[in-house]
């Protein structure tokens, strides 16, 4: 920068020096002490020579970055003897009035040509801007680069950047502009002729959308954000993604009531900030989330082993709610997370049966409608839904690692790894793309950006440095079309968010207008019995 800067101030004062680019002449005026001259010829002169008939006053210097001269007994005395092209010097005048002096030029002047590019990389933050140079052969250039302003018609004063002048075209790019802001560019170029602008362009740069979420739960949070904000950055344009999950292990509400007012550093605090990859902040305590960071949106949800039984939501979860009003110096909006019905206990791993399942899920649907009627929470994500539409279609259902271990029998599935966790691919995609559906709708989205057709695929490759926060089994069932109907359980959700919504006609829709993939899979559940792979 301080290069740039210095060639800036080297064009301004030749501009000073040069007031008239199309003359076959320059006059250049000499003031008391200093004075920054440029010398505009193409060739080396002698300052005799080329200063034609001025004659300097005795002590008078010429000096450039590196060395100097001293007019003395009539002539020129120092470590420089000459002027050469394209330098700048300054000149100190022991006259007390000012004096001039004429540079004849060596050629008439040439005709220049300078074209600015059309932006591109637009960003909420930075452009990339060029030029191009056309002219006629003998001319010089001395600089060369581009200037930007709010206002139309940006010069060399405003701001400025330079580049190699003697590139046949130039491409710069311009940091730490302003999101929503109307910018003008002009290339520019000193030559023999002097400043030339080129073309006017404008852009403007768009809105960044920041999403900034906070949850707070346990491993099923992990679960369910662990894809979320490499969805988003699939999705969305100009979007800066900041998602934290505070995990306790088997936290209930009235867990994380007693860890606030004790500040438990007892949290594992997992971040996504940004670059591609999730980031481990080892244990912490709430607060200290939310004194590092700001946030748009706090998830909040019940443990799974508990979520069938209101007991645990209140009055719990008013005092969480007050105590975050109480510390937060700014405004958030409070979301709830409707976890799933796991198939199998914690403890010893015993297996429920399906009208168990049904059951709990028809108790967490209840007690989720009561959070989002009778609570500060605003919204509502039907995780727990979306995760029971997509049970209803057996390929579906089958998917997962979870086993009957007693009596040895491979192909409960439930789309969990062991009957508790979502495994990973499509079973954690159908939760993260529920996640997101909510995420769009809170932040404007959704009117322009839907689930449907979204083309994330889960494999073992794609997880690949992403440091998801847990890992539940090998990816599995990520692939277009089972991804598409896995969208389509997530939609139906949110159109019914509290009842399940066969998806087996969908489901047949789809094999029907789509049956290589899904003809194999379904061939291949009836031959082996054996649960859905990727």
Known sequence: MKKALLTLICIAAMLAATPCFMAQEITITLHQE????????????????????????????????????EYNEGG?????????????????????????????????????TITTFDPSKITPSSVTLGSTVTMDEGNHVFARGVCWSTEPNPDVDDNSMVGDPVADSLSHTIVELTQDTTYYVRS???????????????FTTPHLTEIKILSLG????????????????????????????LNMASATIPVHVASFENEDPGYHF???????????????????????????????????????????????????????????DYPVKYGWYMVQARPARAINGENYPEE???????????????????????????????VQNARTIPELKAMGDYADIELNTSGL????????????????????????????????????HSILGENTRVTAEWLEGKKIPGKNGEPIGSNDTLCLIGQQCVIEAFNNPYEITDMNDFFNYFLKSSPNSLQRRRSQKSAQSSCCSH
């Open 34 to 69: 200093w004075n920054w001259i440029s010398y505009p010829r193409a060739d080396t002169l002698g300052f005799a020579e080329a200063m034609g008939t001025f004659t300097p006053m005795e002590g008078d210097i010429i000096a450039d970055q590196n060395d100097y001269a």
């Open 270 to 328: 997992y971040l996504y900030n940004g670059g591609g990859a999730w980031q481990y902040r080892s244990q912490h305590t709430i607060q200290y989330a939310l004194d590092n960071y700001e946030w748009d949106i706090i998830m909040l949800q019940q443990a799974s082993g508990y979520a069938a039984y209101w007991s645990y939501y209140q009055p719990s979860l008013d005092t969480l709610l007050s105590l975050f009003n109480n510390y937060l």
């Open 188 to 202: 520019f170029v000193v030559t023999d002729n002097g400043l030339v602008y080129g073309n006017e362009v404008s």
């Open 218 to 245: 346990n491993s099923y949070s992990s679960d369910a954000f662990a894809y979320v904000p490499f969805i988003l950055e699939n999705m969305l344009e100009n979007v800066h993604v900041q998602i934290g999950i």
């Open 356 to 386: 168990t399942i049904l059951s709990k899920y028809s108790r967490i649907v209840e007690n989720s409608q009561r959070v989002i009627n009778e609570t500060a929470c605003e919204f509502l994500v039907p995780i727990g839904t979306a």
């Open 413 to 448: 599935g439930y789309m969990c790894q062991e009957g508790i966790h979502l495994q990973e691919g499509l079973p954690s995609q159908i939760a993260a793309y529920t996640m997101v559906h909510a995420i769009l709708e809170q932040y404007g989205c959704l009117e322009n």
């Open 76 to 112: 020129w005395y120092g470590t420089i003897e000459q002027f050469f092209p394209g330098w700048g010097y300054m000149y100190y005048s022991n006259r007390t009035e000012p004096v001039t002096f004429t540079f004849q030029l060596q050629q008439p002047v040439s005709e220049v």
